[in-house]
């Protein structure tokens, strides 16, 4: 099942100021069947009873299916990325987090910072709390706690990533985390593949099979550490590759049977 949320083009043509998190808060849960988005109510997660209205998804701006109190990714999870930043695989995961401010729908603009002269695209398989959870037990089934699985950029201003020596602050900027437009309730499989185009050029591709701590090793590892709320946003790690970007760059994440994120690449604003 492919769900996602929405805000009909007449709607977002009338409120063009919104910032993302408004854009979220006036935005539709659905369901995509057959070209056309079925409005659920509530959230993504839960009963998912129809309400009826529906749109063709060409009528719609899909917006960020999530709004997470936390956004919790993974570092080097592909021995060859974690080849190319020169260190070697990790013998247990490394999490880090990006604020909820860094948030921005499919679509949107990824406006490079002004204090940074190298930002990275990071193509990325996330996934999405549909269930609290604290300190699962061994024998617990984690797949009823992910809502579903969706495409995530990881953005990074490297420079400054490398110059501080830790993640926040290269991982954090405003729109440094476009995600969606759309979350697929299907676990994947290990040939699910992971790949990250820019203006049209693969310059990323992996496989969830080559991923050094799987999915449910991370689940289990970040659950274990802190309690996953609805919507909180988990990503896996990005294959070998990763690039710059510079303004006018057209960068684009397909994850095998989710779907494409894009995203387009500006300058810093005045």
């Known amino acids: 099942m492919k769900l996602c949320r ?61 709004w997470p109190s936390k956004i919790i990714c993974m570092a080097k999870n592909y021995m060859d990325h974690a080849a190319e930043m020169n260190s070697e695989t990790p013998k247990q995961p490394i999490i880090f987090s990006k604020p909820p401010s860094s948030i921005i729908a499919p679509e949107d603009q990824i406006v490079l910072p002004r204090i940074s002269k190298r930002v990275d695209f990071e193509g990325e398989l996330a996934f999405i709390i549909g269930r609290r959870c604290s300190h699962p037990r061994p024998t617990d089934d984690i797949r009823p706690y992910i809502a579903g699985y969706t495409c995530l950029n990881d953005v990074t201003a490297r420079d400054l990533q490398r110059l501080d020596g830790q993640y926040t602050r290269g991982k954090g900027f405003d729109t440094f985390c476009p995600f969606g437009p759309v979350v697929e309730t299907e676990h994947p499989s290990g040939d699910t593949t992971i790949e990250t185009f820019v203006n049209g050029a693969r310059k990323q591709s992996g496989r969830v099979s080559d991923m050094v701590f799987s999915i449910e090793v991370v689940f289990r590892w970040i659950a274990e550490a802190m309690t996953l709320e609805p919507g909180d946003l988990i990503t896996t790690g990005t294959p070998a590759g990763v690039g710059p970007l510079v303004a006018g760059d057209v960068v684009e994440v397909r994850v095998g049977g989710i779907g494409s994120l894009r995203n387009t690449v500006v300058a810093p604003k005045d």
């Open 6 to 66: 929405i805000q009909p083009l007449d709607f977002a043509a009338k409120h063009p100021s919104q910032t993302p998190a408004e854009v979220y808060a006036s935005s539709h849960a659905g369901i995509i069947e057959g070209g056309v988005v079925r409005e659920i109510s509530g959230e993504i997660w839960g009963e998912r009873k129809p309400t009826g209205q529906q749109w063709p998804v060409t009528a719609v701006r899909f917006v960020p299916p999530s």
